[in-house]
């Protein structure tokens, strides 16, 4: 009977490991090796996405938007997004500022316990999660934005070590909170960002390059090494390129990046705007088809958005065909602060049509699409 039985369970362990791959969709070499089977189900999906168009994402899009805050509509499907065309966006973005410091809220003023919901709720419903971390710097005390140099103070053997891996103890503890029917939730993580440019205390004149990468290095041993996180797609996405950066500049390197990103805004010039997405995702396109990455516009939008017909006359024509598996744009928080349509917004019949366009994919147009 034994001899019977050990066949057969060798033919489902072979069939369960190698269920998710094919000859289309091959196994990638991810920065966790014992990555949950949600993850590489998530990495597999983004990949599919990929070759239908792109996922259509949104910051802290459950979270508040324009007149509202979800505190107040706890029990009703609500986004800006939703408000206007019924669906809501396939990625939701997310960040978890201010976490370090074991505060209720994020720099963003959103309850960690409500996130966490949001979050849940999302995956439930099939929506892919992107977070980004906006840490205080953790030598002056001051935000993201204080550019105190810092960097070489947190990693080993600096005077605030002890600070950071409490920070990142505290990061990990809320990532692996993340569970719905005892599954982790997966999750795009995206730290240390747009580190070509100069605004944050981790970026470049604020950081040399081989500090950085050994942060990165460490914050992704201390995750996944030492707190066992397991459910993290790691992404690298600096600011758009200026003509003498180079996007390689501050790469940790393929054992560490999962993901390869780039974060753009049009500063009311549609045209300097085009030059970049056009330039950038081309050369991101490039270097992760090289290397079997994936690649997404991890961060971009035109603030009020005033431009008339913006997405389907300046955006869409773009992107279109880039190989992009997600966009994501940022969030909305006032009549000065937002990047997203809304309803009685003057680019809403814009969006409408935005949303028709044969790449476009909002949540219902993923769930469409199974790994």
Same mark, same amino acid.
């Given at each position: 009977?034994?001899?019977?039985?050990?066949?057969?369970?060798?033919?489902?362990?072979?069939?369960?490991?190698?269920?998710?791959?094919?000859?289309?969709?091959?196994?990638?070499?991810?920065?966790?090796?014992?990555?949950?089977?949600?993850?590489?189900?998530?990495?597999?999906?983004?990949?599919?996405?990929?070759?239908?168009?792109?996922?259509?994402?949104?910051?802290?899009?459950?979270?508040?938007?324009?007149?509202?805050?979800?505190?107040?509509?706890?029990?009703?499907?609500?986004?800006?997004?939703?408000?206007?065309?019924?669906?809501?966006?396939?990625?939701?973005?997310?960040?978890?500022?201010?976490?370090?410091?074991?505060?209720?809220?994020?720099?963003?003023?959103?309850?960690?316990?409500?996130?966490? +919901?949001?979050?849940?709720?999302?995956? *439930? $419903?099939?929506?892919?999660? %992107? /977070?980004?971390?906006?840490? =205080?710097?953790?030598?002056?005390?001051?935000?993201?934005?204080?550019?105190?140099?810092?960097?070489?103070?947190?990693?080993?053997?600096?005077?605030?070590?002890?600070?950071?891996?409490?920070?990142?103890?505290?990061?990990?503890?809320?990532?692996?909170?993340?569970?719905?029917?005892?599954?982790?939730?997966?999750?795009?993580?995206?730290?240390?960002?747009?580190?070509?440019?100069?605004?944050?205390?981790?970026?470049?004149? +604020?950081?040399?390059?081989?500090?950085? *990468? $050994?942060?990165?290095?460490? %914050? /992704?041993?201390?995750?996944? =090494?030492?707190?066992?996180?397991?459910?993290?797609?790691?992404?690298?996405?600096?600011?758009?390129?200026?003509?003498?950066?180079?996007?390689?500049?501050?790469?940790?390197?393929?054992?560490?990046?999962?993901?390869?990103?780039?974060?753009?805004?049009?500063?009311?010039?549609?045209?300097?705007?085009?030059?970049?997405?056009?330039?950038?995702?081309?050369?991101?396109?490039?270097?992760?088809?090289?290397?079997?990455?994936?690649?997404?516009?991890?961060?971009?939008?035109?603030?009020?958005?005033?431009?008339?017909?913006?997405?389907?006359?300046?955006?869409?024509?773009?992107?279109?065909?880039?190989?992009?598996?997600?966009?994501?744009?940022?969030?909305?928080?006032?009549?000065?602060?937002?990047?997203?349509?809304?309803?009685?917004?003057?680019?809403?019949?814009?969006?409408?049509?935005?949303?028709?366009?044969?790449?476009?994919?909002?949540?219902?147009?993923?769930?469409?699409?199974?790994?």
């Amino acid at each position: 009977m034994l001899k019977r039985i050990i066949p057969v369970l060798l033919v489902f362990t072979m069939f369960s490991c190698k269920s998710i791959y094919t000859s289309d969709y091959k196994k990638p070499d991810l920065v966790d090796k014992n990555i949950s089977k949600s993850s590489k189900l998530l990495r597999k999906k983004l990949f599919l996405i990929s070759q239908e168009g792109f996922a259509i994402g949104h910051q802290d899009c459950t979270s508040y938007g324009m007149g509202w805050n979800k505190s107040d509509y706890i029990d009703v499907e609500k986004s800006d997004v939703f408000d206007m065309i019924e669906d809501q966006p396939s990625v939701y973005g997310f960040d978890i500022g201010w976490i370090e410091h074991g505060s209720d809220v994020n720099l963003d003023g959103v309850p960690f316990d409500l996130m966490r +919901n949001l979050i849940i709720e999302a995956h *439930k $419903k099939g929506g892919i999660i %992107t /977070v980004s971390w906006h840490l =205080d710097n953790p030598t002056s005390g001051g935000d993201s934005w204080d550019t105190t140099p810092s960097v070489a103070n947190i990693l080993e053997g600096g005077s605030h070590r002890e600070k950071y891996e409490l920070w990142v103890g505290r990061v990990a503890s809320f990532f692996k909170s993340l569970e719905h029917n005892n599954t982790q939730i997966p999750v795009i993580f995206r730290p240390f960002h747009e580190m070509n440019g100069s605004w944050f205390w981790w970026g470049k004149d +604020n950081c040399n390059v081989t500090d950085y *990468k $050994k942060l990165w290095h460490q %914050t /992704v041993h201390l995750l996944r =090494d030492k707190h066992k996180v397991n459910n993290l797609l790691y992404t690298y996405s600096p600011n758009k390129l200026n003509p003498d950066d180079n996007y390689m500049t501050y790469y940790p390197g393929d054992d560490y990046v999962d993901i390869l990103g780039s974060d753009i805004y049009d500063f009311n010039d549609a045209e300097e705007y085009i030059t970049s997405v056009v330039n950038d995702l081309a050369i991101v396109k490039s270097i992760a088809t090289k290397k079997d990455k994936l690649f997404a516009f991890t961060e971009t939008g035109l603030e009020k958005i005033p431009t008339k017909n913006w997405f389907t006359e300046v955006l869409y024509p773009n992107i279109k065909d880039s190989g992009i598996s997600w966009i994501l744009f940022w969030r909305n928080h006032d009549e000065t602060h937002h990047y997203m349509p809304f309803k009685g917004h003057v680019n809403e019949p814009d969006f409408k049509d935005f949303k028709a366009l044969p790449e476009t994919l909002f949540l219902k147009d993923i769930n469409q699409i199974n790994p």
